[in-house]
């Protein structure tokens, strides 16, 4: 089952990508790596993370049933994307940050800020709302059974420099009984950044809209990995663990469409 469900996630991969930007090729080589290969195997290889791919599944589904919404909005298409989103933020910790990737999908490759920042914002503000109720009772879940860890165990500097390192090195897990100071983490800030500024991937417009000549847009795909993170970097912290690689499953898709949309960009500047 375990299986299934994430090579439904796949082919949901290939087909969310195809749609937002036309791009074939490059749609096809994100979902067959993250078919191949996820990063997280425990997802798809252990009966009891059955939630990750489960919750995958439906954060794609979400993406699928929001992309009908942008080429037709109607508070039908709107009703499905809330009904599929809250089953997934049920599901799993990714499914709440589903809202902000579909903000963050607004910008690239789907282009929408003609719209106004506004209603976008307003578009998402229910699944946020969503979103937010689902993290406070699974919150106060945790802390009573004495699974969050206090900030005197693990003091707020501590842990804003634990929350980069899930951004620039997920590959560890490590002890969070003593984090990582502030002041430690001056490169792999710097190096959050400049991956960031030098990502490039450039989208098409969205379902229904015509195609604009604009400048590639940096780090889309960079910064579907950061926001897609931000849940899970630690600054509430559940376990003993600081970071761990197995919140990776949804995230690493992003790198992969920097990859695939920065090497065609570069091929393509190489040519001309």
Partial sequence: MNVLY????ALLVFAVFMRMTGAVWRSAFVAFLFALHPLHTESVAWMAERKDVLSALLWFLTVWAYLAY???????????????????????????????ALLLLDYWP????????????????????LSLGTGAVTYMAQQRSEYVMPLALISLSERVGNAWF???????ICSGRRGWPCSTVSVPCSGVA?????????GRLGPGRARRAAAPLPGGGWFWYLVTLIPVIGLVQVGSQARADRYTYIPMVGLTVAVAWGAAEFVKKRQA
Wanted: aromatic share 8%.
């Fill in 6 to 9: 994430h090579a439904l996630a």
């Fill in 70 to 100: 942008v080429k037709r909005p109607e508070w039908r298409r709107y009703a499905a994307v809330a009904g599929v989103f809250r089953s997934g933020a049920d599901g799993e910790i990714h499914g709440g940050d589903a809202a902000l």
């Fill in 110 to 129: 789907l282009r929408r800020m003609d719209v106004g920042w506004g209603r976008l914002l307003l578009e998402k503000a229910p699944l946020l709302a």
């Fill in 166 to 172: 899930p951004w620039w090195r997920t590959s560890a």
């Fill in 194 to 202: 400049a991956a960031g500024g030098g990502s490039g991937d450039s």
